[in-house]
C-alpha cells in the first residue's frame, strides 16, 4: 500500500531513500524511491541462481537449499544419510519439497524433520505483489490466477477504456447473502 511517500510492505512502513532485503524472493538492493514515472515505488535488482542459468550439481551430489535463501547454500555429498518422507515421497537433506493438503507452504529437509509441516522446516509462502507488480496495483487491475491452490497471481487483467462493467448478482452459499460477481466484457 502506497501513501503519501510512504509504504506499507510486509507490515512494516517504508520511506523515501529505504532498502529492503529479500533473498527468498530472489530480490537484492530494494529500494523505495521516485521512479522515473515520477511515482513512488521499489526498484530492486533480480538474483540469477548460477543453477538456475544451467550450472548443474557435482556428479555424487545435489544443491542444498534454506527456506529463506534464493539460490543454493552449498551441496551435499553422498551418502546421503538425513532423509524427509512426505506423501510417498523421499527427499534429501536440502531439498524443497511441497507437503501434501497444506497449501501456500514450502519445506526443505532437514535433520530433525518427523513429518510436521512447522518451523524450521516448513513456512507459508508469501507473495511480493507490492514489489513486483506496483504498477498494475496503482492501475486497479484484477490478479489473475491459475489454479484455486496457487497462492501468488500467476498474471494480472487491467481494465481498459474500451471495457464495460457489468454488476451481476449471484446467491451466495449462505442463505439470504448475495455476493456481487463483476463481469468484464471487452
Known amino acids: 500500500m502506497f501513501v503519501l511517500g510512504l509504504c506499507l510492505l510486509m507490515t512494516i512502513i517504508h ?3 529505504e532498502s529492503i532485503s529479500d533473498d527468498e524472493h530472489c530480490k537484492v538492493g530494494c529500494t523505495y524511491r521516485k521512479k522515473h514515472s515520477g ?3 521499489f526498484t530492486c535488482a533480480i538474483l ?8 548443474s550439481s557435482t556428479p555424487g551430489c545435489h544443491f542444498k537449499y534454506n527456506l529463506d535463501k534464493c539460490c543454493n547454500v552449498g551441496e551435499v555429498w553422498e551418502p546421503f544419510d538425513i532423509l524427509c518422507k512426505v506423501d510417498g515421497e523421499t527427499y534429501h537433506e536440502g531439498q524443497y519439497f511441497s507437503p501434501p493438503n497444506t497449501k501456500c507452504t514450502k519445506c526443505v529437509c532437514k535433520s530433525g524433520f518427523e513429518g ?7 513456512k507459508k509462502e508469501y507473495c511480493i505483489e507490492e514489489v513486483d507488480h506496483q504498477k498494475e496495483i496503482k492501475n486497479f487491475c484484477a490478479p ?5 491452490d496457487d497462492c501468488c497471481p500467476f ?3 487491467c481494465p481498459e477504456d474500451s471495457d464495460t462493467i457489468v454488476v451481476a448478482k ?3 452459499k449462505h442463505p439470504g447473502m448475495y455476493k456481487q460477481v463483476l463481469l468484464k466484457f471487452t
Open 15 to 17: 520511506v523515501q531513500g
Open 39 to 41: 511515482n513512488m515505488g
Open 48 to 55: 540469477d541462481c548460477p543453477e538456475l542459468l544451467g550450472l
Open 116 to 122: 510436521k509441516y512447522e518451523t524450521p522446516f516448513c
Open 144 to 148: 489473475s490466477y491459475i489454479s484455486k
Open 155 to 157: 498474471s494480472w487483467i
Open 170 to 172: 449471484t446467491p451466495s
